[in-house]
């Protein structure tokens, strides 16, 4: 991780535009100075899968799950950290 980086996130997405009929976990680094999260590994995903169940085991362990807000993207379904 680089030193300007504060924490990673991990997001999983259902159904979404690029994995139709697919979850999808994409990192996110929360970089120093900036306002917007950026992607990790040139937003490559870390897991594209069948399940949710298969989305979660593929988050690193240890992280928490925060869950989704209202306002967050309909295919956004869990940011775990």
């Known amino acids: 991780m680089s030193d300007d980086v504060v924490m990673r996130q991990y997001v999983i997405y259902r159904f979404p535009r690029d994995y139709p009929g697919k979850y ?3 990192g ?3 970089v120093r100075g900036r306002e917007s999260t950026a992607p990790v590994a040139d937003d490559k995903p870390l897991a594209v ?6 989305a ?5 362990a240890g992280l928490f799950n925060l869950g989704r807000y209202d ?4 295919q956004i379904v ?3 950290v």
């Open 24 to 26: 999808v976990v994409r």
């Open 49 to 54: 899968v069948d399940t949710l169940e298969e």
């Open 56 to 60: 979660r085991r593929a988050v690193p």
């Open 28 to 30: 996110w680094s929360i």
């Open 78 to 80: 869990e940011v775990w």
């Open 71 to 74: 306002q967050d993207e309909h």
